[in-house]
């Protein structure tokens, strides 16, 4: 399993992976998910536009309004460049929602790669990735149903300081890590 998390490498999308991002997205669909977590709107948008989006939202010179400036990366495993999940990395917190509930991290994998231990695995690449924009603590706000999410955030070091119901009337833990 060890072996298996080191295969994982964040990479920024491009138009090479369009195929591979589409049939992760119809994944998610199919499992009954219309909300991909960390996907910074792949789930809403075709995919040259959610580029132009992420691309966008990369610089505080080009963010769109309402957003606030992010990296976002596909999760590939190197030995057979499957994407494994996504991570939105967001440089700061302000925005209402993520001040409130979306925090700096948010991150999905895959259904059909869950409980392999990926997330953690992810999660800690994306702490690295905070580390170098010079964050010293992060937000992540999992919903209270996700357990799998909790628990991964836990495991990398993750303290919940608080519940609150969110805007859509379902229970949100709030968690910082300190980096």
Same mark, same amino acid.
């Given at each position: 399993?060890?072996?298996?998390?080191?295969?994982?490498?964040?990479?920024?999308?491009?138009?090479?992976?369009? =195929?591979?991002?589409?049939? &992760?997205?119809? $994944? !998610?669909?199919? *499992?009954?998910?219309?909300? /991909?977590?960390?996907?910074?709107l792949?789930?809403?948008?075709?995919?040259?536009?959610?580029?132009?989006?992420?691309?966008?939202?990369?610089?505080?010179?080009?963010?769109?309004?309402?957003?606030?400036?992010?990296?976002?990366?596909?999760?590939?495993?190197?030995?057979?460049?499957?994407?494994?999940?996504?991570? =939105?990395?967001?440089h700061? &917190?302000?925005? $209402? !929602?993520?001040? *409130?509930?979306?925090?700096? /991290?948010?991150?999905?994998?895959?259904?059909?790669?869950?409980?392999?231990?990926?997330?953690?695995?992810?999660?800690?690449?994306?702490?690295?990735?905070?580390?170098?924009?010079?964050?010293?603590?992060?937000?992540?706000?999992?919903?209270?149903?996700?357990?799998?999410?909790?628990k991964?955030?836990?495991?990398?070091?993750?303290?919940?300081?608080?519940?609150?119901?969110?805007?859509d009337?379902?229970?949100?833990? /709030?968690?910082?890590?300190?980096?």
């Open positions: 399993m060890e072996s298996q998390m080191k295969e994982l490498e964040l990479v920024r999308p491009t138009k090479h992976h369009r =195929d591979f991002a589409e049939e &992760l997205k119809q $994944e !998610f669909f199919q *499992n009954g998910e219309t909300v /991909i977590h960390g996907s910074a792949l789930d809403q948008l075709d995919y040259d536009a959610w580029l132009d989006h992420i691309r966008c939202n990369g610089s505080s010179d080009t963010v769109k309004p309402g957003w606030v400036p992010a990296d976002s990366f596909f999760a590939l495993r190197k030995r057979d460049g499957r994407i494994i999940g996504m991570i =939105d990395i967001r700061n &917190l302000d925005n $209402e !929602f993520l001040a *409130n509930y979306g925090g700096h /991290i948010g991150y999905a994998v895959r259904p059909g790669e869950r409980g392999k231990g990926y997330a953690a695995h992810m999660l800690r690449m994306a702490l690295d990735q905070a580390r170098r924009l010079g964050l010293s603590k992060v937000m992540l706000g999992c919903n209270a149903d996700n357990i799998a999410s909790m991964t955030i836990e495991k990398c070091g993750g303290v919940r300081t608080e519940t609150k119901a969110c805007d009337g379902r229970t949100m833990h /709030i968690f910082w890590i300190e980096l």
